[in-house]
């Protein structure tokens, strides 16, 4: 089965400093999705970021980027220029491939933004 | 914008009572997602539907049911409310399965904090 793990169950940034949240994941497929969500204190979840796993180029959202290291099992999320409105839970989530229906989330991270 | 509705932002509930949580998407999404969500637990998937009519169970069934009567509706139902089920309930949809890109994403309603008594 599927795992995914966050081992970084709070972290801290300054503002305008770069931060890395950790995901590492397990599975036996070869094609597969991964995501980055964040949940603000206002509990609505939004995506950050995804990639496919058979895309070899790091995906990147603006300040938001990934670095997928697929042998590893890897997939960590990198904010650069960090801003107070950052400040949330993150979820790693992992989908298998087409007509899998199911979605592997993480445990979360809580990033504080500090002024 | 998708839109993903959740009928209650808080609810209060005895012990023993029959709960309804609902959850409306407003975009056609084929999938729909129940997922409870605890700290140190990250979200775990109670059911999903991939059509109307359509469930099957996630990792964590036990003492819940559903309901998909239309296809823009997910219903979540506490046959028998437990204490062990106070957590925040979060209702997802997504597009659709089948391809790569956008259909892969979950939109997520604002979630229902279920607190019982």
């Known amino acids: 089965a599927q795992t995914v793990t966050q081992s970084q169950p709070e972290m801290s940034v300054q503002e305008a400093e770069t931060v890395t949240l950790s995901c590492t994941y397990d599975t036996s497929e070869s094609d597969y999705y991964l995501f980055w969500y964040k949940q603000p204190p206002s509990r609505q979840m939004i995506l950050v970021i995804r990639q496919e796993a058979y895309k070899q180029q790091n995906a990147t959202e603006n300040r938001f980027s990934v670095n997928f290291q697929k042998a590893a099992k890897s997939f960590s999320l990198k904010i650069s220029d960090s801003q107070l409105g950052d400040a949330a839970m993150y979820f790693c989530?992992?989908?298998?491939?087409?007509?899998?229906?199911?979605?592997?989330f993480g445990t979360g991270t809580r990033l504080k933004v500090l002024a | 914008d998708v839109k993903v509705t959740q009928s209650s932002r808080y609810l209060v509930k005895r012990t023993g009572e029959k709960v309804f949580l609902e959850c409306v998407q407003d975009?056609?999404?084929?999938?729909m997602f129940w997922y409870r969500q605890d700290p140190g637990l990250g979200l775990r998937l109670i059911y999903f539907s991939y059509d109307v009519k359509m469930k099957e169970k996630g990792d964590i069934p036990e003492g819940y049911s559903v309901s998909r009567e239309k296809k823009e509706r997910f219903s979540l139902i506490l046959e028998s409310a437990s204490t062990n089920q106070t957590s925040m309930y979060l209702c997802?949809?997504?597009?659709?399965?089948?391809?790569?890109?956008?259909?892969?994403?979950?939109?997520f309603g604002a979630g229902t904090r279920l607190s019982v008594l």
């Open positions: 989530a992992y989908r298998g491939r087409a007509g899998t229906y199911k979605y592997i």
């Open positions: 997802a949809s997504t597009p659709g399965t089948s391809g790569r890109g956008a259909k892969n994403i979950q939109y």
């Open positions: 975009m056609d999404h084929e999938n």
